[in-house]
């Protein structure tokens, strides 16, 4: 197991401030933010570039903080496929082969096994100036794997790479981990987390906010950032009224399924959670309200429909709905809010 215990650090004018979480063995752990969060510099102490100003890093029980990096033995892919470029591909990932004192024959066989685990048996006789960026990135997984590192670290490893590429890196990471290896990646993509990932760490400002799985990061994030940063647009300021209401933007009652104390704070729910019909919806969902359309937005999971129903609300229906319910701009719709898709955070 992995173990970083309160880490801080501070970097030309930042500050990384009390960061602990464990990774076991096998797992594949994302660290999920924004651009400057704090994210890269994490993954880089557990590298061992770079040392913390408190805090300590535990490999199986062993403290390994201020260890060289040669002896942690952590494998580090760098965002900008940092390949020899003077190396053809074979001898980039033979490279990390030089101290495992292997025959001439071994030394062949390994490049040739890690060349094949990372789906770059092919372009052994190439220079890295001729690969395309997912080459290369592949190039620089099969020559970290050279080193047989007990966790691989990943900073942000689907990035610059168009659609087709980024779902063949996806297929590739996900390999590499359902064979054992333990797996640390740096992302700002949450789907790109929700895909890989079985735990996922937020990081927001130096600070690690929420750890845990996908499913619980997703359904009950624990702070607003973290729900808008995960992409649940319907995000509204609340106030309880009674034990089982709560007004939205102090315009728009919702009922809840349970009882909640008196306060105020923020509800939210998910695109997907909303039901569209063409009249007031007859079934058990209590919160129903007709809406006039504002905008329709194509998306990749549908068609993305914002409402005025004295708020606005972001709806996510299929393409074949759309069609049937000939849902137009400025028009008039229903919408149906299941009580229990939502989800009351108290105010931080």
């Not at 900073?155 to 890196?169: A, T, W, Y």
């Not at 058990?284 to 409402?307: D, H, K, T, W, Y």
Request: neutral net charge.
């Amino acid at each position: 197991m992995l173990e970083i215990k309160n880490i801080s650090r501070k970097y030309e004018g930042f500050a990384l401030q009390n960061i602990s979480f464990s990774v076991e063995k096998g797992e594949y752990v994302v660290l999920l933010g924004e651009s400057g969060a704090g994210k890269s510099l994490i993954l880089e102490m557990m590298a061992g570039l770079i040392l913390p100003d408190q805090g300590e890093i535990y490999y199986e029980d062993k403290a390994i903080t201020n260890e060289k990096i040669q002896k942690r033995n952590m494998g580090m892919v760098f965002q900008d496929n940092t390949v020899f470029p003077h190396l053809k591909v074979k001898n980039n990932i033979a490279f990390p082969l030089k101290n495992q004192k292997l025959s001439p024959q071994e030394n062949q066989q390994a490049i040739l096994d890690y060349a094949q685990k990372a789906q770059v048996d092919k372009l052994l006789e190439r220079w890295p100036e001729t690969l395309s960026g997912g080459e290369l990135k592949r190039v620089a997984i099969a020559r970290t794997l050279a080193s047989k590192p007990h966790c691989l670290l990943l900073d942000e490893p689907l990035s610059s790479l168009d659609v087709q590429l980024r779902d063949d890196m996806r297929s590739l990471l996900r390999q590499l981990n359902e064979e054992g290896m333990t797996m640390i990646h740096v992302t700002h993509d949450f789907e790109e987390a929700i895909s890989l990932a079985d735990k996922i760490g937020i990081v927001h400002q130096g600070e690690l906010v929420q750890f845990g799985s996908p499913k619980e990061i997703f359904h009950k994030p624990k702070s607003k950032f973290i729900a808008k940063f995960s992409g649940i647009k319907n995000f509204y300021k609340s106030i309880v009224i009674d034990p089982k209401t709560i007004l939205l933007e102090n315009k728009v009652e919702l009922k809840m399924p349970h009882g909640l104390s008196e306060g105020q704070g923020f509800a939210m729910f998910k695109s997907e959670d909303v039901i569209l019909s063409s009249s007031r919806i007859d079934s058990s969902i209590i919160n129903n309200f007709e809406a006039q359309v504002l905008e329709v937005i194509p998306s990749p999971r549908g068609m993305e429909v914002n409402v005025d129903i004295g708020i606005i609300v972001s709806t996510l229906i299929s393409q074949e709905s759309y069609e049937r319910f000939q849902i137009k701009k400025h028009g008039k719709i229903w919408i149906g809010i299941k009580a229990t898709a939502i989800h009351f955070i108290e105010k931080e």
